[in-house]
């Protein structure tokens, strides 16, 4: 059964996910990748106020393409969520609660998701011209002189994804890698 999902994303909700269950998310989301983490993290670490509440938001590891005429946005796949691994804890430990990308996460990560309770979500990657079509809106809120890798505050009707790594740790990329050696043993 697919779970319809409002942000912003609380802890109650977050609670209720578990690996494996299919959401469509509504509401607003945020996009950032390697570039635009690095800066969140040093304006984190100068004390600097971040261009957007943290609290309870997600972040989707994309870098749309160009929109093309009449667009919204460009393709708007995922990307390898392992690249932001390294700035992901410290965003956590400060209230976000999602992530949706692609890609498995380190064992930092993981251990970060179960503490804060939080969720990380996979889309689909070559899906990115249909996912794009669940993009109402996008509006670049900081870095624009990453390009695509801005910070863009997205709102979102029924984005696919489904959810990767729950709030007790449990890894659906695990899971499903072990029942595969399981099933080929025999």
Do not use: W
Not at 29 to 41: E, N, P, V
Not at 61 to 82: D, F, H, L, R, W
Not at 158 to 182: M, Q, W
């Amino acid at each position: 059964m697919t779970k319809k999902i409002t942000t912003p994303l609380d802890k109650a909700t977050i609670i209720k996910l578990k690996a494996g269950d299919e959401v469509l998310l509504s509401g607003v989301i945020y996009t950032s990748r390697d570039a635009g983490h690095k800066r969140m993290i040093e304006q984190m670490e100068r004390g600097e106020a971040l261009p957007f509440n943290i609290r309870d938001a997600i972040i989707y590891y994309v870098g749309p393409s160009p929109k093309k005429p009449g667009e919204i946005i460009g393709s708007a796949g995922p990307t390898t969520s392992y690249r932001m691994d390294a700035y992901t804890p410290k965003l956590l430990d400060s209230g976000l609660s999602g992530m949706i990308g692609k890609g498995d996460r380190n064992d930092v990560v993981i251990q970060s998701i179960i503490k804060n309770k939080a969720v990380y979500f996979a889309a689909v990657g070559g899906a990115a011209a249909l996912i794009a079509d669940r993009i109402v809106s996008s509006e670049i809120i900081a870095y624009d002189d990453l390009g695509t890798e801005a910070l863009r505050r997205l709102i979102v009707k029924d984005f696919p994804c489904i959810v990767v790594i729950d709030h007790e740790g449990r890894n659906l990329y695990k899971s499903e890698k072990e029942k595969y050696r399981v099933t080929n043993k025999q």
